[in-house]
């Protein structure tokens, strides 16, 4: 399990499922409600119907619970995002002070603009 906390207190979690039936695994976008957040999951779901590795959906995850956090931060709504919207917040990143921390547990992930170091 992944967790990705930010500043304001939002969460989100990439869950792993066992699917039923020795149907294998996959995994999902938890919100802070605990629940899956739908339109992530719609997206991961149409990538399992394309029969990807669960591996890849497993990188679609992570990469999408980044993203959601980064909305929640902002207080952006996922299907309004405009450039400029993007832009301002990724603007934050230019120089040595524009670190953004985003604290990973068990993957030991550190967010620098968009860059991510895994420990092995």
């Avoid at 339109?39 to 995850?61: C, D, F, M």
Wanted: proline letters at 5%; aromatic letters at 8%; hydrophobic letters at 35%.
């Amino acid at each position: 399990m992944t967790t990705i906390t930010g500043t304001v207190g939002t969460c989100c979690r990439v869950q792993r499922l066992v699917l039923p039936e020795g149907g294998g695994h996959t995994w999902t976008v938890l919100g802070s409600d605990h629940r899956p957040v739908v339109p992530v999951e719609e997206y991961l779901e149409y990538l399992r119907a394309q029969q990807v590795s669960p591996n890849t959906v497993k990188s679609y995850a992570r990469a999408l619970a980044l993203w959601w956090q980064f909305l929640e931060l902002f207080g952006l709504v996922w299907d309004a995002v405009t450039l400029e919207n993007f832009g301002a917040g990724t603007s934050d990143c230019s120089g040595p002070a524009g670190r953004i921390e985003v604290p990973v547990q068990s993957v030991g992930v550190s967010g620098r603009c968009g860059r991510q170091r895994h420990r092995r």
